[in-house]
């Protein structure tokens, strides 16, 4: 049981390149999630989906796009990379019981941008 | 705007003392609350949740409590190890939106021998 699984780990780009972002949970999770990281701002979310074949954005979706592409695998695509998007990714899938809902978290990918 | 704030960005304490951590927050009617813990160069992990209509939860040397009223959170570690050093989130849920989490900026807390 790997959990939620990230690749890459690390990846450097140069303003205007693109690139997937690729995220995999085998825990049978409906609601899978994209965030990212930056000093001195916390996690913030910039898209979900609330069960395969949905998505909807979050607090930053500006300049990205997500696909579902089944119930495991959840990909985040910068289309046209910008320093701005400089930060580390983290995808998450939740479980839900007894009225609580818990995110499980991948090791994250760091980007920069240059 | 909504806002969740936690108290200090870094905590430092003497080993076996008590860890005092706080999450207020405003402008939301949150269902419940979770604290995580996040490592250098790692995922959160999910550590404790606490619903509305409870005043505390326990789990080990782990202690939430969550006052409506005050619109605040406490996390505390009691008899505190160097081990627990680490970065503490709070998040929201909020019942209008189950399923989204809203997270605090974190504290860090260093735990000294």
């Known amino acids: 049981n790997a959990g939620v699984t990230q690749t890459p780990k690390f990846q450097v780009l140069k303003t205007g390149q693109s690139m997937t972002l690729q995220c995999a949970q085998d825990m049978n999770h409906n609601s899978m999630y994209w965030y990212r990281q930056d000093p001195g701002m916390g996690l913030r979310l910039i898209y979900y989906s609330a069960s395969e074949g949905t998505t909807d954005k979050g607090e930053v979706p500006n300049g990205y796009n997500v696909s579902r592409l089944n119930k495991r695998e959840f990909s985040l695509r910068l289309e046209s990379a910008a320093p701005s998007q400089t930060s580390v990714y983290f995808c998450a899938s939740m479980y839900r019981a007894g009225g609580g809902e818990t995110q499980y978290f991948g090791p994250g990918t760091r980007l920069l941008v240059l | 705007s909504q806002k969740i704030e936690q108290n200090s960005e870094a905590l430092n304490i003497q080993e076996g003392k008590t860890a005092t951590l706080t999450c207020n927050y405003t402008?939301?009617?949150?269902?419940?609350l979770q604290w995580y813990r996040q490592d250098p160069g790692r995922g959160p992990v999910f550590l404790l949740l606490?619903?509305?209509?409870?005043k505390e939860k326990r789990k080990e040397r782990l202690k939430v409590t969550f006052d409506t009223t005050l619109k605040q959170s406490l996390f505390h570690i009691t008899a505190s190890q160097p081990a627990d050093s680490a970065t503490y989130l709070c998040?929201?849920?909020?019942?209008?939106?189950?399923?989204?989490?809203?997270f605090g900026r974190g504290t860090q807390l260093t735990v000294w021998p």
């Open positions: 606490i619903r509305e209509n409870e």
């Open positions: 998040a929201l849920v909020r019942g209008s939106t189950l399923g989204r989490l809203y």
């Open positions: 402008n939301y009617s949150p269902a419940y």
